[in-house]
């Protein structure tokens, strides 16, 4: 993986007028990509995390998006100044998008194999006969047997998994620079799941694309991820390694996720739920929007926005529990304990977890 940044979310804030008043969906992200890593977004539902990724790609309906403040940079190009003409030569070219329904995202009445060649034709400028045979490589690659005789088959005639493989092979189409997959397994069973999880990791290191991987799974953030970013509430309240993020995570928030991703334990009975609900975006929280929910809440969490205060050189989080005044605060037992299990069992040995996935610690 090269240490040179391919793109820079800086202060995006996004707005949506609705019926009811403006949703202030996003409010003040900053993250970057590397060339070569796969970056994580991951959060309850509503936490910004697609709407941040689909403006990457301009995807936003026009209508009633507000752009509030911020830049996108894609190798030092701010997309949100592109007019729709210059973005079109961007989307789906330099970087692409899976969708987590594969269904509603495929055309039913047309060929996949004409769906995955489409793509060339536009932004390759190929005739349709190499790209017919680029599409048949591609079929290949992301392994849908049969390729010559799959091309004109119609998306419902596959199955779930194989409709994402042709997803997958769409976006890769024309080799994107960067990858966006929003939640690209929640509809398919566990098995499939680790095929296509398994695939991105592969095609990854072959192509060298780099990955932003929106997820509220973070079995699936073990095995897929080099670093993480946590949102809650249209904000990333804590970012660093994956290690950093598993092993010494800080955040209230990323506690409560960790504490509530089942295990295979045989003596587990109930899984951990984070108490509350987030909150009502048309109107924002004064101060810690977590804090609601958060046992370790101090008074300053209600009426005062926390910094993002440093950990690591790689590792930051937005919480008053970091500053040098706070009480010292462990966090839950349940978190502690599965820290002290990963540690134990999974780090630096390579086996296969109870995520279904390699130890954290065995990661290339």
């Known amino acids: 993986m090269e240490d040179r940044t ?7 804030a996004i707005s949506f007028q609705t019926f009811e008043g403006v949703v202030k969906a996003v409010r003040g992200v900053d ?3 590397k060339k070569g890593e796969t970056l994580a977004i991951v959060g309850e539902s509503g936490s910004g995390k697609s709407v941040s990724t689909k403006a990457i790609n301009r995807l936003l309906p026009k209508k009633n998006t507000m ?5 996108i940079l894609f190798e030092g190009t701010d997309l949100l100044k592109l007019s ?7 989307r789906g070219n330099d970087i692409a998008m899976i969708f987590q329904d594969p269904m509603t995202s495929l055309n039913p009445t047309m060929q996949v194999g004409k769906q995955i060649a489409e793509p060339i034709v536009k932004h390759k400028g190929v005739s349709k006969e190499e790209a017919k045979k680029q599409a048949l490589d591609l079929m290949d690659l992301v392994g849908i047997k049969n390729p010559t005789e799959n091309y004109k088959s119609y998306p419902h005639q596959f199955s ?4 994402q493989r042709v997803m ?3 976006a890769l189409a024309c080799e994107p620079k960067i990858l966006i997959a929003d939640e690209p397994t929640t509809a398919l069973d566990v098995t499939i799941q680790a095929q296509i999880l398994g695939l991105m990791n592969k095609l990854k290191k072959e192509l060298d694309t780099s990955i932003i991987f929106i997820t509220h799974d973070l079995g699936v953030v073990a095995q897929m991820a080099d670093r993480v970013a946590v949102m809650y509430a249209g904000q990333i309240v804590e970012h660093g390694t994956a290690d950093e993020i598993f092993y010494n995570p800080m955040h209230p928030y990323t506690w409560g996720l960790l504490a509530s991703m089942p295990t295979l334990d045989v003596g587990q009975t109930e899984l951990y739920t984070i108490p509350g609900s987030p909150p009502n975006l048309l109107h924002p ?13 101090l008074e300053i969490d209600f009426h005062e926005e926390p910094d993002m205060f440093k950990v690591s050189d790689t590792h930051y989080a937005k919480t008053w529990l970091l500053h040098p005044s706070a009480p010292a605060v462990e966090p839950p037992e349940e978190v502690r304990r599965r820290k002290a299990k990963f540690e134990s069992l999974y780090l630096g040995k390579g086996e296969i977890n109870e995520m279904g996935g390699e130890a954290l610690g065995s990661r290339s």
């Open 67 to 71: 752009i509030e403040s911020g830049e």
């Open 84 to 90: 729709e003409k210059e973005m079109q030569k961007v």
């Open 285 to 297: 929280p004064v101060g810690d929007a977590f804090a609601p929910r958060n046992e370790f809440a």
């Open 168 to 170: 997958i092979a769409i």
């Open 31 to 33: 993250f970057t990509l």
């Open 6 to 12: 391919i793109l820079e979310v800086k202060d995006l």
């Open 160 to 163: 779930g998994g194989m409709r």
